[in-house]
């Protein structure tokens, strides 16, 4: 998967419209990112990746690149 | 109405598997408008059984994390109409179990037909929220139904937690 992939998958995890997160992106301006938010990608990651999360590592994010961290250091992203 | 919508449990594998049942009479009220003439069960209860029966087969595991709570309703599709007087049977299969969430498979058949499914996410809410001494009536019924040894419950199906559940203080 590549990053403009893993974009996508991510704006879809979040229902956000495809193209409008990037990297940088805080979480502050994705509305979905809520608790609610948390809990889908985690279990998005795991069920998508096999990556398995706690609330806390999640819940310590703060932009949509530290999502593509988390898929990269588990070599998802090229 | 009470918002009970499992009236027993037919069949348990803490924390895998239930089949529960409900049925709602034709006098409750929610009938007269829905709709006039036409009274068919809400989808909305539909979930919401497909919800409480998923939720007692993880609440019968008793685990720490506290009592399941619909988050996520992530599909869900109606093929038929569930009339009143018609007994819903409920299957939920646990998909994911984690501390934090879960995710259940469900089905709803009436006279052996499908009548809906879901996919349902549960989060938890921890057991000190609520009232002390509080638990589940349906779930109680059940495990009360079920032989008194936890080697015995275990032989029914890996359900040696429900005996955990079964045992567990009261929270002073």
């Known amino acids: 998967m590549d990053q403009e992939q893993a974009l996508r998958w991510i704006a ?35 069920e998508h ?9 999640l819940t310590g994010m703060k932009t949509v690149g530290d999502i593509l961290e988390v898929l990269q250091s588990n070599g998802k992203l090229a | 109405m009470r918002f009970i919508l499992v009236d027993r449990i037919h069949e348990l594998v803490a924390g895998k598997t239930i089949v529960a049942e409900k049925t709602l009479s034709p006098e409750e009220e929610l009938f007269r408008d829905h709709f006039p003439g036409f009274a068919v069960v809400p989808g909305v209860l539909l979930i919401e059984m497909m919800a409480q ?13 506290g009592y399941a709570m619909l988050a996520q309703i992530r599909s869900a599709s109606f093929r038929q109409w569930v009339r009143p007087g018609e007994t819903a049977r409920i299957f939920a299969t646990i998909v994911v179990s984690q ?32 009232v002390i001494g509080y638990r589940d009536p349906v779930l109680q019924a059940y495990l009360e139904g079920q032989p008194a040894t936890c080697e015995a419950n275990a032989s029914i199906g890996g359900g040696k937690l429900r005996c955990d559940y079964r045992d567990a203080e009261p929270r002073a």
């Open chain 1, 12 to 46: 879809e995890v979040f229902e956000q419209e495809p193209g409008r997160l990037s990297s940088s992106t805080p979480r502050s301006e994705v509305a979905t990112w809520d608790s609610l938010g948390v809990l889908t990608l985690m279990a998005a990651l795991h």
């Open chain 1, 49 to 57: 990746f096999g990556i398995v999360m706690t609330t806390d590592q």
């Open chain 2, 53 to 65: 029966a998923g939720g007692k087969c993880l609440d019968a595991e008793s685990q720490p994390r």
């Open chain 2, 99 to 130: 501390p934090d969430y879960a995710t259940a498979r469900c089905h709803i058949e009436v006279a052996e037909r499908t009548v809906c499914s879901a996919e349902l996410m549960f989060a938890f809410v921890p057991a000190e929220q609520f």
